[in-house]
């Protein structure tokens, strides 16, 4: 049996309490690994075309200040 498979039993065989703190740990931990990856996304300046885009589209009254 894989890793992934052996906690996929141990997750599915919790008590509903346990699954769900489980579950808001991990919702918690995938959300911060997504902001973290954001983050390093655009400290590389992985955005820059389409933030210049959307400026660029703003000027030109294609889009409206939210």
Do not use: C, H
Request: charge should be negative; aromatic fraction near 14%.
């Amino acid at each position: 049996m894989s890793e992934v498979e052996e906690l996929e039993s141990r997750v599915y065989n919790l008590p509903k309490e346990e699954f769900t703190q489980f579950r808001d740990w991990f919702l918690q931990l995938e959300n911060d690994r997504w902001d973290a990856q954001i983050k390093s996304d655009f400290q590389a300046g992985k955005f820059n075309r389409l933030i210049a885009k959307a400026r660029e589209e703003f000027a030109q009254g294609k889009a409206l200040e939210l």
